[in-house]
């Protein structure tokens, strides 16, 4: 008996599967999913096409409703959603861009090598294990006031900087420099404010980790080199976080706000969770501005982290930070929606692009890319779960002619936490992790059990699809020795 998901999708590659426009009444585009053949079982029994076809109907979306190799349930659009809308006739909807605003991942290459730190890799993972707050609620070791919380909202990594927690340099390699224009913390609400001031530099919980690498493949060596990633068996940190209570309750606030939104401008969804307003309305241009405030947030963050993570080698390596190579290779965010421009069966267009769960993936030659990258395109950061590894990939053109300049961002859950922890026990986790050379720190057992392998896809196979399609490409793998989880 055939699969159900083959009497819907339309096959046009062995990478790429359309859902029809005929597939539900109201969709104004077809779906697109990036995918493999021996992943749409999984995307079709977790209802995910139904939520790619939701995502169809919202006005002004142009080309396709799109979903990346590692797309799951969501809030309103499925994690791994990309949709475009126009900015003349479009929405913007904050279940595009997810609870955890400018959730991300931040890369630093070091000069040391796997030899070298496997003897100190506990000592390590403790130190920063200490040195990084983490875990639900985790609250800062920053203090700042109302007003100068206002000030990280609006200036976003310029303002760690100036406060010395890291280099101008970072910057530089930091998507949008660490800051997007607009951002007016007068449309947070006091709420949003007051779960931020204690939390700023806090590395948070969920899928939220610091991890200590090492390098077990090159692809492409001169896109490595240009990176600062010359060798195997050289070590990486891999930082992901995003923007805490403050994005949430950001979001949390503009869902209710654009559920209003949607009748007072008389819009028809299949889907409540997909509540929005016209990009160019007062109701979008509030959220926009909250949401610049949010991603700001997370880039501070992560800029403060990084900070300690330096702090941290300095005083276990007992070398400096110059003598470490501690530099950050870039800095990506996952969950965004930014307006930008495409060109459209020969038309350009301004567009809102909706990334909820994806990474952009910019090509050679794009001018919001780094100078010392603008040769080999947007380094992608792509992390696996805390047993497997990660990659380095690259965008490309083919992306930003199918994808809007997206890609994946991650493995993708197979498991919801409840389920993960049903099924395993931390303690068993850490074993596991532990017998395979992995050293790992965690607030509480629960956490490792969310987060272990089995809950997650092989981010193998969801890069392998990526790659295969084009939409970016590979550069090196990396595989963990240390982590830690919230």
């Known amino acids: 008996m055939a699969a159900p998901w083959k009497e819907v999708v339309r096959k046009i590659d062995d990478y790429r599967w359309e859902i029809p426009r005929s597939y539900k009444q109201g969709m104004s585009v077809p779906g697109l999913i990036f995918a493999s053949e021996s992943m749409l079982s999984h995307i079709w029994e977790e209802q995910v096409f139904q939520q790619v076809a939701n995502v169809a109907f919202l006005p002004g979306i142009v080309d396709h409703s799109l979903a990346m190799p590692d797309i799951h349930w969501g809030y309103g659009f499925p994690i791994g959603g990309v949709a475009a809308t126009r900015v003349t006739d479009g929405v913007i909807s904050p279940g595009g861009v997810g609870f955890d605003i400018n959730c991300g991942v931040r890369l630093l290459r070091t000069n040391l090598t796997e030899e070298e730190v496997r003897p100190k890799i506990e000592q390590l993972i403790n130190e920063l294990f200490v040195s990084i707050p983490s875990g639900v609620g985790s609250k800062g070791k920053i203090?700042?006031?109302?007003?100068?919380?206002?000030?990280?909202?609006?200036?976003?990594?310029?303002?760690a900087v100036d406060k010395g927690y890291g280099e101008a340099e970072d910057i530089v390699v930091t998507e949008e420099s660490g800051c997007i224009k607009g951002a007016n913390p007068d449309k947070v609400s006091s709420k949003a404010k007051e779960r931020g001031i204690p939390q700023l530099g806090t590395l948070g919980s969920g899928n939220h980790f610091l991890e200590v690498g090492v390098v077990a493949e090159i692809y492409d060596r001169d896109a490595a080199g240009a990176m600062g990633v010359s060798n195997v068996g050289q070590v990486l940190v891999w930082i992901h976080s995003g923007s805490r209570g403050f994005g949430h309750q950001v979001c949390d606030d503009y869902v209710r706000l654009l559920g209003e939104a949607v009748k007072k401008y008389g819009i028809n969804l299949p889907d409540r969770q997909l509540a929005c307003a016209p990009v160019s309305s007062p109701e979008g241009k509030d959220y926009l501005a909250a949401m610049?405030?949010?991603?700001?947030?997370?880039?501070?963050?992560?800029?403060?982290?990084?900070?300690?993570?330096?702090?941290?080698?300095?005083?276990?390596?007992?070398?400096?930070?110059r003598e470490l190579g501690l530099e950050q290779i870039y800095d990506v965010c996952h969950n965004i929606a930014k307006i930008e421009e495409?060109?459209?069966?020969?038309?350009?267009?301004?567009?809102?692009?909706?990334?909820?769960?994806?990474?952009?993936?910019?090509?050679?030659?794009?001018?919001?890319?780094?100078?010392?990258?603008?040769n080999i395109g947007?380094?992608?950061?792509?992390?696996?779960?805390?047993?497997?590894?990660?990659?380095?990939?690259?965008?490309?053109?083919?992306?930003?002619?199918?994808?809007?300049?997206?890609?994946?961002?991650?493995a993708g859950r197979v498991q919801s936490r409840a389920e993960a922890k049903r099924h395993l026990r931390g303690a068993e986790v850490a074993r596991a992790l532990a017998a395979r050379g992995i050293t790992v720190r965690s607030g509480s057992m629960g956490s490792l059990a969310e987060e272990a392998s089995e809950a997650y896809k092989d981010v193998t196979e969801v890069v392998e699809v990526v790659h295969k399609a084009g939409i970016s490409r590979k550069v090196a793998r990396a595989t963990p020795i240390g982590v830690i989880k919230g």
């Open 378 to 410: 947007q380094p992608v950061l792509i992390p696996g779960d805390m047993g497997r590894c990660s990659y380095i990939l690259l965008g490309t053109e083919t992306a930003m002619k199918e994808s809007f300049g997206s890609t994946c961002h991650g």
């Open 143 to 159: 203090r700042v006031s109302r007003k100068e919380l206002d000030e990280v909202l609006v200036k976003g990594s310029r303002w």
């Open 292 to 321: 610049a405030c949010a991603a700001n947030y997370a880039w501070t963050n992560r800029q403060c982290i990084t900070h300690w993570t330096r702090e941290s080698f300095i005083k276990v390596f007992g070398k400096s930070q």
């Open 342 to 374: 495409y060109t459209i069966d020969g038309q350009k267009l301004t567009l809102c692009v909706h990334r909820k769960g994806a990474t952009r993936a910019f090509p050679a030659g794009h001018p919001d890319i780094p100078d010392i990258y603008r």
